[in-house]
């Protein structure tokens, strides 16, 4: 009876543990984006970018904090956050999606891979599905993750006042560079 019980323990940890074996998280994640005109160059960086990945069923759930973008000059940075996305109202943008090309991933094999991604971003209150490709390089057990979309302020309900709506780009340039940890 006791071998059976320690038997059975013994599955059940292993159970659990590969539960999180193919969860990966990152803290540092960097996403930026640019909104340049021939009028006025326009680019943020935000290096706290916080995601979860699960390499089982392709999940990928990011959290990004709208005052963590950084411009170069803090005049813009300060318009961003209070006039434009309202940072204080709409404190994060969050993207709930999954990786729909999954069997075309090794994780477990070192290489690059194409990533179909598919979900639902949030910026500014509003949520939009968004489709996107992204390369998954798998070296060493390291995940890194990058990928690049458009997003338009008007379909976030971001008004651009007239005044300077033409420093600021219509379609903006969002650029992810991720590298994951096992949990």
Do not use: C
């Amino acid at each position: 009876m006791k071998t059976l019980k320690l038997i059975l323990i013994a599955f059940l940890m292993i159970g659990v543990q590969s539960l999180f074996a193919q969860k990966y998280i990152s803290k540092d994640g960097h996403v930026w984006f640019n909104a340049s005109t021939p009028l006025e160059n326009i680019e943020a960086h935000n290096r706290q970018s916080a995601s979860i990945l699960d390499a089982a069923t392709g999940e990928l759930v990011f959290n990004i904090l709208i005052k963590s973008f950084e411009f170069k000059a803090t005049l813009m940075q300060e318009h961003f956050n209070e006039n434009y996305m309202e940072s204080g109202k709409f404190p994060k943008a969050t993207f709930k999606g999954k990786i729909t090309n999954l069997s075309a991933i090794n994780f477990a094999k070192n290489g690059s891979y194409n990533a179909d991604i598919t979900g639902d971003l949030t910026i500014h209150g509003v949520t939009k599905p968004i489709n996107t490709k992204g390369l998954i390089v798998i070296k060493e057990g390291v995940i890194t993750g990058t990928s690049k979309f458009i997003v338009e302020p008007k379909d976030y309900n971001i008004i651009i006042p007239k005044l300077v709506e033409g420093k600021i780009a219509k379609q903006i340039e969002v650029n992810v560079d991720i590298t994951y940890k096992k949990m």
